[in-house]
């Protein structure tokens, strides 16, 4: 009895479950039938590989009438490139499946959609690959097939964007072999994602150091309307930008047919005056400008090519003769070569019939049917076409074997060794996306033949591309030479090889084109930026005195100063010693300044030699010979002191100028114990403490370096010389005073001319000191010496000299007393007294001391 419940329990269990599948089937209904064209071999086979590739460029415009049910839009523009991508796939999967060594238990099937390189399109053939039937049921597995592994693709980076983040919900695996954008790096976005082809980080590194490695500074730059263009030439942009590369227009090609902006790119590139354009874009969305620019006959223009297009046949079409004008000379990175033995003579020996894509390629070249005759034809143009292209098709290659060794390391798993729960496996009949995922982002494997060693890190591998520079070849047609390698995982100076003397540029030049906003400044000049321009566009200023730019450099932005002892040259491009100046002994000024000193002191000393003569008459006798020679002393040295004003200035020199002349005017002035007692304390402790040197004066003039004495201590110095100015005004108003004194001959007032000429020579001395610069205020100040120290000489000597030589006779004893007063004058020894008194306290001139002896 419990058995017999037992089975109508199970019964009825049995019944609900079948009438909640009917219930579900009856409420469940297709949204829509995808329109899917492609390859599939899945019967009998243990695991199949996904493959998305656009081989068709776009979609064909479909009817808009919603009358009737939607259906899914067919595909135009047959891609040949990617077409041939999809054949890669084919033959690599089919060599797999004859290799022994790797999944020799496993035959691969595949199921390989077409994106049309729309993101729809790619959508749909993600959905139903999953769904594993040829329908699309989201979220549903309802296909009963062998267990899916990866899918291969979806072809351009915003393809990939859309199918990783479906994929990337059931931790499904996808490896891309075309699909570059550096937002792809984001695993949190984008989790199972993995590529074969190298990180568009790299690629806009790679381009940004090949625009720097030739100095161009002034560029254009045009991307693609989706990712990959937007990201690519945001990270060059960046990197150039920083580096002092100025962008000279920034243009975006249209997803959608658009002539009307082609043309507004067209006309920008024509009116820029940017030689270097970098263009992010696929061939797909280029096609249209370079057939616009064809049109305009645009030319003289270096073109820097992303790896998406620079070994296009879409846009390198073989006898389109002006191609060879507007891109000859194009330079652009490639994904590394790898050799793959086979895939040329799968490639030539497509069969017509096999599938419809297949057969489509043959109508898109011209062949409808399958004529013998033509073969030999379509040999050629597939070669002429296919040959330098199968470079490229290394990615998909290498994704396919990177699925390959995945599977057949989950499949040759040892149980207790795993690497899930419990060091557990996986069945290669039926495992889970997540644990495919595992293998497949730790894969590392050797590429057949080459060696090549590939594995992942992060979903990237190594950023490696080959330089590829379009040359003009002897046929005439465009070929790709490979000029120089980049590696981004090298050291920063070992990243790029480039072999400058391989690349034919633009009209075949050999030199590389100048792509600057402004020519670079040349030496003696530097950068002015102009307002609301880029940094790169500026005038040429020259530098001012003193300053000098010695390169010829765009980033010469300020000239370099001159330092203390050196000047800027008259071109301003090197920095010269400073002219050293002085007033030295050979030169013509000084020559003569020596000459009127050595003959003011030869007119003193002879002046001495006739009151040596003559000591012993009246006149001598009368004027004190004792003051009168030493104020000839006095003014020898004054003259001769000038002398040592000249040359270059030595400590000994400085010193010894500044004293002497102090000296010399100090003893000029007055008679007084002051002197003795005052003058040398002075003068000992300034020269101790803080004496005169010698100084270069670089302030003065600008290009001239001015030897000269530096006085030591300015308070030293104004103190002796207003000591000389006191006592100088002292002798002035004592001979002022005593010049009416009834002497038949009055040293009081040959003594108060010569001291208004002291004080009229130094008064005008100041101004004219000042106004001066160099060796000519030192010629100013022995002026000034000489100037006054003939004024005294003549001043007080002269009169002398003219009685004892030339008036003799006015030389007697009865001339040298005091002219009598008259009758009604006041005491007479009035004019005594006050010649006494003047005597005694004046020292700046002659005594007037009269004879007291009775007449005979």
Same mark, same amino acid.
Not at 330 to 352: E, N, S, W, Y
Not at 372 to 394: A, G, Q, Y
Not at 730 to 750: G, P, Q, V
């Given at each position: ?572 491009? %090197?920095?010269?010693? /400073? &002219? !050293?100046?002085?007033?030295?002994? +050979?030169?013509?000024?000084? *020559?003569?300044? #020596? ?104 302030? %003065?003039?600008?290009? /001239? &370096? !001015?030897?000269?004495?530096?006085? +030591?201590?300015?308070?030293? *110095?104004?103190? #002796? ?136």
């Amino acid at each position: 009895r419990l058995l017999v419940n037992k089975c109508f329990l199970l019964g009825l269990f049995c019944f609900f479950c079948a009438y909640g599948s009917l219930w579900a089937q009856s409420t469940c209904k297709l949204k829509a039938k995808f329109n899917l064209s492609g390859y599939k071999d899945v019967e009998k086979k243990r695991v199949v590989i996904g493959g998305m590739f656009p081989v068709h460029m776009s979609v064909a415009s479909s009817d808009s009438n919603t009358s009737k049910l939607p259906v899914s839009s067919g595909c135009a523009g047959f891609n040949f490139r990617t077409f041939r991508w999809t054949q890669t796939m084919l033959f690599a999967i089919n060599e797999i499946n004859q290799r022994e060594d790797l999944l020799p238990n496993t035959d691969l099937g595949y199921v390989i959609y077409d994106s049309c390189f729309t993101i729809s399109k790619a959508v749909e053939g993600t959905l139903t690959y999953l769904t594993g039937q040829d329908e699309a049921v989201p979220n549903y597995r309802c296909g009963n097939g062998p267990p899916l592994a990866t899918l291969v693709g979806a072809g351009g980076s915003d393809l990939s964007i859309a199918t990783a983040r479906i994929l990337g919900l059931y931790h499904f695996p996808q490896v891309s072999y075309c699909s570059t954008c550096s937002a792809l790096n984001n695993k949190f976005q984008f989790p199972t994602f993995l590529r074969t082809i190298p990180n568009d980080l790299h690629q806009s590194t790679a381009m940004a150091q090949l625009v720097l490695h030739f100095g161009w500074t002034w560029v254009g730059t045009i991307a693609a309307d989706d990712d990959y263009g937007k990201y690519g030439i945001k990270d060059f942009k960046e990197q150039v930008e920083e580096a002092g590369v100025c962008i000279s227009f920034s243009e975006t090609l249209p997803k959608v047919s658009s002539p009307e902006a082609i043309q507004s790119i067209v006309q920008t590139v024509v009116e820029s005056t940017a030689k270097i354009i970098v263009v992010f874009s696929s061939d797909v969305d280029l096609s249209p400008l370079i057939s616009e620019l064809l049109r305009h006959n645009v030319t003289n223009r270096t073109w820097i090519a992303s790896e998406a297009w620079v070994t296009s046949a879409l846009i390198n079409q073989p006898g389109v003769g002006p191609v060879n004008s507007l891109l000859s000379g194009t330079l652009g990175f490639g994904v590394k070569k790898a050799d793959i033995p086979g895939l040329q003579r799968h490639l030539l020996d497509l069969d017509p019939y096999a599938d419809a894509l297949t057969e489509e390629f043959w109508e898109t070249v011209g062949l409808n049917e399958f004529d013998p005759i033509n073969w030999k034809t379509w040999h050629i143009l597939n070669r002429h076409l296919e040959d330098i292209h199968v470079v490229n098709l290394s990615i998909v290659y290498k994704a396919v074997y990177a699925v390959a060794h995945a599977l057949h390391n989950l499949e040759h798993c040892e149980d207790g060794k795993g690497p899930f729960v419990g060091g557990s496996c996986a069945n290669i009949t039926n495992f889970e996306p997540w644990q495919l995922m595992y293998y497949v982002k730790n894969v590392r494997y050797k590429m057949p033949n080459t060696g090549e060693e590939i594995y992942f890190e992060d979903g990237d591998i190594e950023g490696f591309y080959d330089i590829i520079n379009w040359q003009i070849s002897d046929n005439g047609e465009i070929s790709y030479v490979t000029v120089g390698h980049y590696n981004g995982s090298a050291a920063a100076e070992e990243k790029m090889h480039i072999r400058n003397e391989s690349i034919v540029w633009n009209n075949e030049e050999l030199e590389p084109p100048r792509s600057v906003c402004s020519e670079n400044c040349e030496p003696g000049t530097r950068k002015g930026i102009r307002q609301g321009e880029p940094v790169c566009c500026f005038d040429c200023i020259p530098c001012a005195d003193g300053e000098i730019s010695n390169t010829t450099s765009q980033y010469a932005r300020e000239c370099i100063l001159c330092t203390g002892d050196d000047w800027s040259n008259d071109a301003h491009d %090197a920095c010269v010693p /400073k &002219i !050293i100046e002085f007033l030295a002994f +050979g030169e013509p000024l000084g *020559i003569t300044l #020596i000459v009127i000193s050595a003959f003011g002191a030869l007119v003193t000393i002879a002046v001495g030699v006739v009151l040596v003569m003559h000591i012993g008459t009246p006149l001598v006798k009368a004027n004190d010979a004792l003051l009168s020679f030493l104020l000839l002393l006095s003014l020898v040295v004054t003259f001769l002191c000038s002398i040592v004003f000249l040359g270059e200035p030595q400590n000994w020199s400085c010193m010894t100028s500044q004293v002497a002349l102090a000296l010399g005017f100090l003893t000029l002035e007055i008679k007084t114990y002051l002197l003795i007692l005052g003058y040398p304390g002075t003068c000992t402790v300034w020269l101790i403490i803080l004496p005169p040197h010698p100084v270069k004066n670089t302030a %003065a003039q600008n290009v /001239k &370096i !001015i030897l000269e004495c530096d006085e +030591g201590s300015v308070v030293f *110095i104004c103190c #002796i010389f207003a000591y000389d100015i006191l006592l100088a005004l002292l002798a002035f108003i004592f001979a002022f005073t005593a010049r009416k004194l009834e002497d038949h001959f009055s040293e009081a007032k040959s003594m108060t001319f010569g001291m208004l000429v002291f004080f009229i020579v130094w008064i005008s001395f100041v101004p004219a000191y000042l106004s001066t610069r160099g060796k000519f205020m030192v010629a100013v100040q022995i002026f000034a010496i000489l100037a006054s120290s003939f004024g005294l000489l003549t001043c007080i000597f002269l009169p002398k000299c003219y009685i004892l030589l030339v008036k003799p006779e006015r030389n007697k004893e009865e001339l040298m007393k005091p002219r009598p007063k008259p009758k009604d004058g006041s005491s007479t020894g009035t004019s005594a007294s006050l010649a006494t008194a003047a005597t005694d306290v004046n020292a700046s001139f002659a005594s007037t001391a009269i004879d007291d002896q009775p007449e005979n």
